[in-house]
Nanobody, 125 residues
Framework: QVQLVESGGGLVQAGGSLRLSCTASGRTSGTNNMGWFRQAPGKEREFVAAVTRSGSSTYYADSVKGRFTISRDNAKNTVYLQMNSLKPEDTAVYYC??????????????????WGQGTQVTVSS
């Protein structure tokens, strides 16, 4: 099993920045892609960004492209999401996810095997 713990959420004004972190523990050697998803009240969980195991390939939802940056530090078993130019519509619970499978382009909930408990991000206008 793999455990994921997110941190770094909070309240920020529109135009501000936040950095989310997600640290993995347990049997992390079998995991490959890691990603971030978010879920706003009354909406389905949606893909935000993901990174391959090596960290060399990243991909983003169109809604965050150019504003968010995903990265990972395998030595620390940690993945980050740097969020800049935040908008009120970015308000959601953000979830970290890890997949046993690798490969570029995995952006669906069913592509991921492990999930964190989520961290709230609130952007005020």
């Amino acid at each position: 099993q793999v455990q994921l713990v997110e941190s770094g959420g909070g309240l920020v004004q529109a135009g501000g920045s936040l950095r989310l972190s997600c640290t993995a523990s347990g049997r992390t050697s079998g995991t490959n892609n890691m990603g971030w998803f978010r879920q706003a009240p009354g909406k389905e969980r949606e893909f935000v960004a993901a990174v391959t195991r090596s960290g060399s390939s990243t991909y983003y939802a169109d809604s965050v492209k150019g504003r968010f940056t995903i990265s990972r530090d395998n030595a620390k078993n940690t993945v980050y999401l740097q969020m800049n130019s935040l908008k009120p519509e970015d308000t959601a619970v953000y979830y970290c996810a890890a997949a046993n499978a690798g490969g570029w382009g995995r952006r669906y909930v069913h592509d991921y095997d492990y999930w964190g408990q989520g961290t709230q991000v609130t952007v005020s206008s």
